[in-house]
């Protein structure tokens, strides 16, 4: 499925949307409520639309002690998943710098099938990184 690309900050209508969505897969009590406005003020988000709809989105980090970027917080909506959309996102996302994602997909998931390198593991996930 093709879908738009584009950043959070240039449609910040999705704002509350891309937070209800992070806070509905990864946490509902109040402080990680302020913890995700946090994350979505301070680090570069990237939104995948398609018909003018919100289908996904991934955050892009940078280490606040180097100059490491990561990727964190992939989400493809569930009806969504599965036709490329996080694939379009990632390529997207690394087109002009290298990035660094740990996934719990122990194999790579995601990360692996697109090219990227395993640089550390432990028996509960793998940090990756592109080529």
Same mark, same amino acid.
């Given at each position: 499925? =093709?879908?738009?690309?584009?950043?959070? %900050? @240039? /449609?910040?209508? +999705?704002?509350? &949307?891309?937070?209800?969505?992070? *806070? =509905?897969?990864?946490?509902?009590?109040? %402080? @990680? /409520?302020?913890? +995700?406005?946090? &994350?979505?003020?301070?680090?570069? *988000?990237?939104?995948?639309?398609?018909?003018?709809?919100?289908?996904?989105?991934?955050?892009?980090?940078?280490?606040?002690?180097?100059?490491?970027?990561?990727?964190?917080?992939?989400?493809?909506?569930?009806?969504?998943?599965?036709?490329?959309?996080?694939?379009?996102?990632?390529?997207?996302?690394?087109?002009?710098?290298?990035?660094?994602?740990?996934?719990?997909?122990?194999?790579?998931?995601?990360?692996?099938?697109?090219?990227?390198?395993?640089?550390?593991?432990?028996?509960?996930?793998?940090?990756?990184?592109?080529?």
């Amino acid at each position: 499925m =093709r879908v738009s690309l584009t950043c959070l %900050s @240039e /449609h910040p209508d +999705f704002y509350h &949307q891309v937070r209800q969505s992070y *806070v =509905r897969q990864w946490g509902s009590l109040e %402080s @990680e /409520h302020r913890l +995700f406005d946090r &994350q979505l003020q301070r680090h570069k *988000v990237l939104l995948a639309l398609h018909n003018g709809n919100l289908v996904a989105s991934v955050q892009i980090r940078r280490e606040w002690w180097g100059t490491r970027y990561w990727l964190a917080n992939l989400l493809v909506l569930p009806a969504y998943r599965q036709q490329g959309i996080a694939s379009q996102l990632v390529k997207h996302a690394q087109r002009n710098q290298r990035l660094y994602a740990r996934t719990e997909h122990l194999d790579g998931g995601l990360y692996a099938k697109l090219g990227w390198q395993v640089i550390n593991t432990n028996s509960s996930w793998v940090v990756m990184r592109s080529r």
